[in-house]
Each structure stands twice: as C-alpha cells, then as structure tokens.
C-alpha cells in the first residue's frame, strides 16, 4: 500500500502524509527497485545534481497527488521531512520516505477528496478530524479518488469576488504563459489582418465561439475526448497560417472558420477548466472569470504584437518580411504538434 495519513486541525489546516520510496523518485526508476543502490547512486551525485534530482521529485509528487476541496484542485505546500536525516536508518534513503502536503482548508467548502496516481500502489488511506477526535479508514484502488471528507463548518462561505479573481488568474495564466498552442492561433489572426478592424472581428468570432463551448461544455452538455480536441486544435493552427501565406488579404469565409476553430478551443478550455474544477456554490462566477482572463491573455498577445511589429504593418514589405515567414513558422509548429498530438 500507499499509507498516506491526513489531519484537518482545528484551526482549519489539513495536512497530508504519504509513505513512498522518494529516492526512486528522484532517481527516475521504479518504486521497488534496490533500495541500498538506488541510495548509493544519489548520494554519489554532485550537490547541484542532486538538488535538481530533489526538485523533480517535489514536482512530479505536486503533479501526481491531487488535493480538492468541492471539486477544486487546492495547490498544497510540499516538503520532505526526512530529507537528509535517514541516513542511519536500517533501509538507507536519502530523501527519507514521507513527502507532507500541507495547506489551509479554503473558505466555505464542504468536503476534501485525496487522489493519488495509478502509478503508485494501492492508497491505504487515514482521516484523523481533530476536531471530534474522528479516525476513518479508507483503502482506495491504484488511481481511485478518494470518497468526499466533510469538512464543512470550518470558515464563512468564500467571497464571489475573491472566486472570480482566482480564477480570472487561472484563466489568464493558461493563456499567458501557459498557452502557446492558443497564442498562436491568436497570433495567426493577427499575421493577416494589417488592420485593426478585420482583426477585431476575427477575435470576436474566435471569442463568442469559445466562450460558447466553454459554457456547454461546463456544463455537460457538449463534450469531446481529449485525443481528439488536442490534435484538432493544432490542425486550426497549422490551418490559419498555411492560408496566411497563400491569401494576401481577409476572405469572406474566414470569419467562419475562425468561429468554428474557436469552438474547438472552447472546448480544449473546458477541459483545464475540467481539471482544476470549479466551486458548486459560484459556479457561474467561476466560469465568468475563467473566461475573462482567457480574454485578458488575449489581449495581451494582441497588445504585444502590435509592440512588436505594430509600426511596420503598412509598409509593402511587411507581409514578404513578417507575415510569410512567421505564419510558416506557425503553420510548421501545428503540423508538428498534429501529429505528436494523433501519435500519442
């Protein structure tokens, strides 16, 4: 098993304790694999590699332990108790074998859910709720979700304006810097368009196409797999830029098929957004600031680019200079990420 203990405090904390061979983790090699040598070749690293090796093994438990509370992934602080202070001990790690995730209980949420990766062993999972002294015991499947933990009770609900903030944060940040795929599609209306107003009327269509997946999809109306959004959204890229190049000027029919790509990338949204979950009780305020700073990232990569090469979009070698070369740069990028995407 995974023996992974948790604590909800009274003052609102939770703390979470998950027994794993932490140094095959940094090591990169299988859970069960020789312990004294896997030891042996940590402790055989320079202190800069070795440091590197400890902070892949932070990210990859931060990734692959999930903390949520209603539905929302937390992002808990992680350390490694052990680290440097097992040597002695009668199976030798370095790391130790305890990686602690801790946080406080969000404001107005009911219940907490712990999962942990199928790639480690089945989760034997302790609650201890301090507050009434509660001990539950749960044994999860490799992968399960854990069942809700009530938390309720302990904090006023959260502010609406403090829910449409994070997540107006969390929207910006999967555009900038975390969206390259829709910056540059974005980035692709913006090659053609050497004027502001056709420009605007693409994004436009780009926007109320997306925000209308984003909705559906959010709601269970509308849903498509992964393995197929991800690569249909590198194809709309690839797409976008190859008419960059082979059109001089804004046809009749693109407005169209940039609302139609937009659909696809609302629903690549609703996807993250899938992931990190929104709050049952202000949904529709998560969903509205999600969608507002997906705009705001927009607006940014717009903003840039006219920095950028704003000043020279009238002069006769601009579409020679900048509009050719840069959309077959894109275009080459979204064939690629087409067939990575198909591939995988």
């Known amino acids: 098993f995974t023996y992974t203990v948790v604590v909800l405090d009274a003052a609102g904390n939770y703390q979470a304790d998950l027994t794993c061979d932490l140094d095959a983790v940094a090591l990169g090699v299988p859970p069960g694999a020789d312990s004294r040598e896997v030891f042996r070749l940590l402790n055989a690293l320079e202190p800069d590699e070795l440091e590197r090796r400890v902070e892949k093994a932070q990210d990859f438990m931060l990734e692959h332990v999930v903390v949520r509370f209603?539905?929302?992934?937390?992002?808990?602080?992680?350390?490694?108790?052990?680290?440097?202070?097992?040597?002695?001990?009668?199976?030798?790690?370095?790391?130790?074998?305890?990686?602690?995730?801790?946080?406080?209980?969000?404001?107005?949420?009911?219940?907490?859910?712990?999962?942990?990766?199928?790639?480690?062993?089945?989760?034997?999972?302790?609650?201890?709720?301090?507050?009434?002294?509660?001990?539950?015991?749960?044994?999860?499947?490799?992968?399960?979700?854990?069942?809700?933990?009530?938390?309720?009770?302990?904090?006023?609900?959260?502010?609406?304006?403090?829910?449409?903030?994070?997540?107006?944060?969390?929207?910006?940040?999967?555009?900038?810097?975390?969206?390259?795929?829709?910056i540059l599609f974005v980035l692709g209306l913006f090659l053609l368009s050497a004027r502001p107003g056709p420009l605007l009327f693409q994004v436009s269509a780009f926007t109320l196409a997306h925000t209308l997946t984003l909705a559906l999809s959010s709601y269970g109306v509308v849903r498509l797999t992964p393995s197929v959004v991800e690569p249909l959204i590198a194809?709309?890229?690839?797409?976008?830029?190859?008419?960059?190049?082979?059109?001089?000027?804004?046809?009749?029919?693109?407005?169209?098929?940039?609302?139609?790509?937009?659909?696809?990338?609302?629903?690549?949204?609703?996807?993250?957004?899938?992931?990190?979950?929104?709050?049952?009780?202000?949904?529709?305020?998560?969903?509205?600031?999600?969608?507002?700073?997906?705009?705001?990232?927009?607006?940014?990569?717009?903003?840039?680019?006219?920095?950028?090469?704003?000043?020279?979009?009238?002069?006769p070698w601009y579409r020679s200079r900048v509009t050719v070369p840069l959309s077959l740069a894109v275009a080459a990028i979204g064939l690629y990420w087409t067939v990575e995407r198909v591939l995988a």
Not at 75 to 102: C, H, I, K
Not at 124 to 133: I, K, M, Q, W
Not at 261 to 276: I, Q, S, T
């Open 235 to 315: 194809l709309s890229i690839a797409y976008v830029a190859v008419e960059n190049v082979l059109t001089p000027k804004l046809t009749v029919w693109r407005p169209l098929v940039v609302f139609g790509f937009g659909l696809l990338h609302g629903m690549g949204f609703a996807g993250v957004l899938g992931e990190l979950g929104l709050p049952r009780r202000d949904f529709l305020v998560g969903l509205l600031g999600f969608n507002a700073g997906v705009e705001a990232g927009q607006l940014i990569v717009l903003g840039a680019a006219f920095v950028i090469v704003g000043s020279f979009r009238s002069k």
């Open 70 to 182: 209603d539905g929302v992934r937390d992002d808990p602080e992680l350390t490694l108790p052990e680290y440097g202070n097992t040597v002695d001990a009668p199976v030798p790690t370095l790391l130790g074998l305890t990686a602690r995730f801790s946080g406080s209980v969000p404001r107005g949420v009911s219940t907490m859910t712990l999962t942990v990766d199928r790639l480690f062993p089945p989760v034997y999972l302790t609650v201890l709720d301090e507050r009434g002294s509660n001990v539950t015991h749960i044994v999860l499947d490799r992968g399960a979700e854990s069942d809700p933990i009530p938390v309720e009770g302990r904090a006023p609900a959260p502010d609406p304006i403090a829910v449409a903030l994070r997540y107006f944060h969390l929207g910006l940040s999967h555009i900038v810097p975390g969206g390259l795929d829709h």
